[in-house]
């Protein structure tokens, strides 16, 4: 199930996906469930394995960006100068679709996000297999993005044909998304923060980039995109999101059997566990799904997460915290 990436199993992984079968792959945001973006059938796939709602749009992972022209009929002169930026990296275009790209991907919207991973075992598998794939977080919809190929085989297991393990990602965490489909109305709109934050963007094409509230994802003004439920990246271990100075407290009421995530040193008071965290925000977003599925394992009362600063640079922990607190604690999914 979990195969080394080899010629030999890039060449059958790439085999997989031309017969419509799930290929779980490693990126350097997570791990991506994949199928063939232009099969209707593989896509579907995605969807029942996940239990993901079918009008949740799927990102389309393509080998270079050269192949933007094959997936967006709209391509403008921001979406080249990010792509000479950023790609191969963890950024998501949302662009006007193809009329070809099917329905089942974009969640029967006019758009499509689009991007070229920075991973050589993702490249090479794209690369192999000569399409874009549609590859999103390989994990029960709603739970924690897994950040290694044990933690897709421990979550999907037999459900996906083969998953191709390449070590622990650099980033951890999801892809920044840059709505770039309504320039003219609204400018340019991040809809998911991720480790592209605003300034590197304003650097590249001369226009900061607004920050679309949760909320308003979901509603006619922006389009649906992946990660953007308010309920989102959640353990089941019910997950409280704690200012710095109320984390002594919030622990002395939570009892010994919670567990921390702290960027500061333990306390002195009982608890189950206690991680220290990195104390920068790259670093705490590479730990930060891992750190979240161990201590879920353990069977604590509670995770208590000390709040990082409200600063720039941290925009994208925090939303993944905040969809966490407010998604955890439940047995389905949400």
Known sequence: MIQNPTPESLARAAALLRAGELVALPTETVYGLGADAANPQAAAKIFAAKGRPADHPLIVHLADAEALTDWAREIPKE???LARAFWPGPLT???KKEADVPDVVTGGQDTVGLRVPDHPVALALLRAFG???AAPSANRFGRISPTTAQHVFDELGESVAMILDGGACNVGIESTILDLSRLSEAGPVILRPGAIGPDA???VIGRRPAMRAPAAAHTGDAPRVSGSLAAHYAPRTPLALVA????????ASAGPEAAVIARRTASTLAHRVWIQAPASAAGFAHDLYANLRALDALGASQILVEAPPAEAGWEAVLDRLGRAAVGSGEDDET
């Open 201 to 203: 963007i304003a650097a």
């Open 131 to 133: 399409g874009g794939i």
């Open 244 to 251: 710095s100075e109320a984390l002594e407290s919030a622990l």
């Open 79 to 81: 979406a080249i100068a």
């Open 93 to 95: 275009l949302i662009l």
